[in-house]
């Protein structure tokens, strides 16, 4: 089951107690996309430029950052 929430740009899609959101820039390109566990962050999530480009990936556990991988001298060459 898929919602929309028109105030943030995001489509979060719900299974149980897992979320998979996805949010966008006002120009429609996506700028983050994750996985919620009970409306924690959880997991990988991507953010993202404007322009589409991965410019960082940070990891959560329960809502709480672990890790954030980001190139801050050449943000665009960030790759999955």
Do not use: C
Not at 16 to 40: A, P, Q, R
């Amino acid at each position: 089951l898929a919602h929309w929430h028109k105030l943030y740009n995001e489509i979060t899609q719900v299974k149980g107690d897992t979320s998979k959101v996805v949010t966008y820039y006002k120009n429609g390109t996506l700028k983050s996309e994750g996985t919620k566990i009970k409306k924690f962050r959880h997991g990988s999530w991507y953010y993202y430029d404007e322009e589409g480009y991965l410019i960082k990936m940070v990891k959560y556990k329960n809502g709480r950052m672990v890790k954030e991988f980001s190139n801050e001298r050449h943000p665009k060459a960030i790759t999955r």
